[in-house]
């Protein structure tokens, strides 16, 4: 035996004790989730249950809910349809473009979503980019319809998705394409029948993001498809607007965009996290 | 036409490039060897289109593959993790590659299952790739690089992600495929067995270049650098196995540890051989009298090249000083022992 080695000591633990997380770390920490928690909790603690039947069986609300329902859903399959795609490019290794692409994509994340709308509104509008051909050839203009609300939550939810699959791209073990290729499988049939199916998880996860995103879009909406009741009035703009004259319902719809969302993650949490 | 393949390939690399001749002969195994970094895994991912090669050609029987996309070379490749799909079962990652030819869902399944069945791994068809063990999981991704019936086998390091056990079972069963394959294969291994076990023929890397090419017993008996006789600086005798006891056709006798039956490699390693001046007494071990024939300076050891009576030629590793001590000289009688145990025995392929 080497002189400088200690012989070990018989019964002594061999695990050092646990530091204590230091206090200003703590209260910070606590800070921070009251921070979060509380105003939810105030949402629920002060939503008049009573009238979650009559406030969700009204006219205004029942537009409001199946507007919302069908635009979300429909932004959510084009953000996955174009998403996908685009995260797979911006993923693909040696590609040189990815740096610069990864920022344009993130900038909807970090745009005020007002002028979100106001920048589709000088592309669609009526004198626009495209807007303005548009309507000159055809006499239709895109904002304030129902396509406008899509257009809009699809240009915030976009970022979600993409960033969501192309973290799983990254994790991927690309290897997998490769034996694929050799097996003699074209690009297509590659991603169809490995790749795709190795990220449903996360195309899954952006989704589901995307879609919250989608349906509780405000600024860029009410920019850029207006405020009309039953064409692009969704549940946020009604929130906004019932908060003048019957507060109740405003919270009662409040609860109701905290809480689908809200089960839906909790409800697909465990199930892409078990599989395989 | 010339059958076979034939590849001369210029691949760059950040640190230097690497440039390779390499043929192959149909059924012939050859083994790339060399140091981590040499550029082995370079030329197989080059040989198989994953890699872009910055000259060169590949022609496989009369075929160039040097222009063609992966999905066209019909070559197979193993990694040296199986990468089975995840989302697929056994055979469903082994109907793969028959989809992908044009087979429908049903007909390629049955292929696939059929060649499972042939194999013995049948039970395991409907099992995911989490639900196999290591050896069992490269056995199926084997079979899914051999059921599309590619022209050439390629194989990274096939053996190495396994623990020693599955590993001497898995080697046994890939020497038979091997065996069974009409085509030629390029194993990449770093494991002097796998090269003296499975390979016809063995190429040596360093830094991108190929530094000695000859059979695993030539390259064993004279390395070309002092890498390749540190890394298949191997005995290699070949024999057929009854119990404990190998008879090899030179008529030496070995006896070794574990009983097999039938065609075996005996392999051991030079520092396993010790070297007497006269006949050792009262041990059990392999007691051989030979001829040196060479001796080499090793390492911090010295390399001798011994010719036994039976005309075999064995290496064995001494400390400077046994040399002295032994007064070793040109053409001195001396007696070499090795252990039963040292002795690591491996099936030859083909059926046993």
Redesign the interface.
């Known amino acids: 035996m080497r002189p400088d080695r200690v012989p070990a000591g018989r019964g002594t633990p061999l695990r050092p004790p646990r530091e204590r997380a230091p206090w200003p770390l703590l209260a910070a920490a606590g800070l921070a989730l009251l921070w979060l928690t509380v105003p939810l909790l105030g949402l629920v603690a002060r939503a008049p249950w009573a009238r979650l039947g009559e406030v969700l069986g009204s006219t205004p609300a029942r537009q409001a809910l199946a507007l919302s329902a069908g635009t979300a859903g429909l932004a959510t399959v084009v953000v996955v349809l174009l998403g996908v795609p685009l995260a797979w490019l911006l993923a693909r290794p040696r590609s040189r473009a990815a740096g610069w692409l990864r920022a344009l994509v993130t900038v909807p994340l970090i745009l005020p979503p007002v002028v979100g709308g106001v920048a589709l509104l000088s592309v669609w509008g009526r004198s626009g980019l495209l807007g303005g051909p548009l309507h000159d050839l055809t006499g239709w203009a895109l904002p304030f319809t129902p396509w406008a609300v899509v257009v809009a939550q699809v240009f915030v939810g976009l970022p979600f998705l993409v960033l969501s699959v192309e973290g799983s791209l990254r994790a991927l073990d690309r290897r997998h394409e490769e034996v694929s290729a050799t097996l003699g499988a074209t690009g297509w049939q590659t991603f169809t029948r490995v790749t795709l199916p190795l990220l449903a998880p996360g195309v899954l996860a952006g989704a589901v993001l995307a879609w919250a995103r989608a349906l509780g879009e405000f600024g860029a909406t009410i920019t850029f498809a207006g405020n009309f009741p039953g064409t692009t009035r969704t549940v946020p703009l009604q929130v906004y607007l019932s908060l003048e004259d019957d507060p109740g319902a405003a919270l009662v719809l409040s609860v109701l965009l905290m809480g689908v969302p809200l089960v839906v993650l909790l409800l697909l949490r465990g199930r892409w996290t078990a599989r395989w | 036409m010339v059958s076979g393949l034939r590849a001369s390939l210029r691949v760059p690399r950040p640190d230097f490039e690497v440039g390779v001749d390499l043929a192959a002969d149909p059924g012939e195994v050859v083994a790339l060897v060399g140091p981590n970094g040499a550029g082995k895994s370079t030329v197989l991912r080059a040989l198989?289109?994953?890699e872009p090669a910055a000259g060169g050609s590949i022609r496989l029987d009369g075929r160039e593959l040097a222009t063609l996309?992966?999905?066209?070379?019909?070559?197979?490749?193993v990694?040296q993790?199986p990468?089975l799909?995840?989302?697929?079962s056994a055979v469903d990652n082994v109907a793969?590659?028959l989809?992908?030819?044009g087979l429908r869902r049903r007909a390629a399944r049955e292929r696939a299952l059929a060649l499972l069945r042939r194999w013995e791994l049948g039970p395991l068809a409907d099992r995911?790739g989490?639900q196999l063990s290591g050896g069992e999981a490269q056995r199926v991704a084997l079979a899914?690089?051999l059921a599309?019936e590619?022209d050439l086998l390629l194989l990274d390091e096939p053996l190495s992600a396994l623990d020693a056990r599955t590993r001497l079972l898995t080697r046994g069963e890939l020497a038979v495929r091997l065996g069974e394959f009409a085509g030629p294969s390029v194993l990449v291994t770093h494991d002097p067995v796998d090269a003296a076990v499975l390979a016809d023929r063995v190429v040596v890397l360093e830094r991108g270049r190929v530094v000695q090419v000859g059979t695993p017993a030539e390259v064993t008996r004279r390395p070309a650098t002092d890498y390749v006789a540190r890394l298949v600086g191997l005995n290699l005798l070949r024999g057929r196995a009854e119990g404990t006891t190998v008879r090899c056709p030179s008529g030496l006798v070995l006896t070794v540890a574990a009983p097999v039956q039938g065609p075996v490699h005996c392999v051991f390693r030079p520092s396993a051989v010790s070297v007497f001046a006269s006949r050792p007494e009262g041990s059990p071990r392999n007691v051989l009298p030979g001829v040196l024939r060479g001796m080499a300076p090793h390492g911090d050891g010295v390399r001798l090249d011994v010719q036994l009576g039976t005309g075999d030629r064995v290496q064995a590793e001494v400390t400077p000083a046994a040399v002295a001590e032994l007064r070793l000289g040109a053409a001195s009688p001396l007696w070499l022992a090795v252990k039963a145990s040292e002795i690591q025995v491996e099936r030859a392929g083909g059926p046993i």
């Open positions: 198989a289109g994953l996309p992966a999905h066209r070379r019909r070559v197979g490749l990694f993790d990468l799909f995840p989302h697929l793969h590659g989809r992908s030819q995911g989490r899914r690089a599309p590619p």
